[in-house]
């Protein structure tokens, strides 16, 4: 018996989820007039979200490239430590809001934060 595999390309795949990604926070989630986000794929490691409003630029939030999880910012330069949801599962960011409340644990995507980690300690 001969098997055969077909290459599956995870990088355009996790290329096609960041596009998702950004056409909601551009077209789809609300926001103030004179807001829009912007892809910055420079890094190495992570794809950098920066919001643009005014003419002044902040960092929204980061996304792993090998993985597509959503991260919070820790600065201009970096992510903060712990997924706060994925470009993968769109239910995660489906609740975002335009300045990046949905980003923290308690506050924001409480209902991810439920699924994705407080299941984890019932098994303790």
Known sequence: MKFTFKHIDFD??????VDNF?????NVM??????????????????????????SRSVYCFINKRNGDILKPAGWSGPAKGRRGSVIEIDS???????GGWLYKILGNLKFYKDNYLKKLEHI
């Open 22 to 26: 950004m056409n909601h926070l551009n």
């Open 93 to 99: 960011y489906k609740n975002s809001n335009w300045h």
């Open 12 to 17: 355009s795949i996790i290329d096609d989820l």
């Open 30 to 55: 609300d926001k103030p007039d004179g807001y829009s986000y912007d892809l910055n794929t420079r890094g190495s490691k992570y794809f950098k979200v920066e919001m643009l409003s005014h003419g």
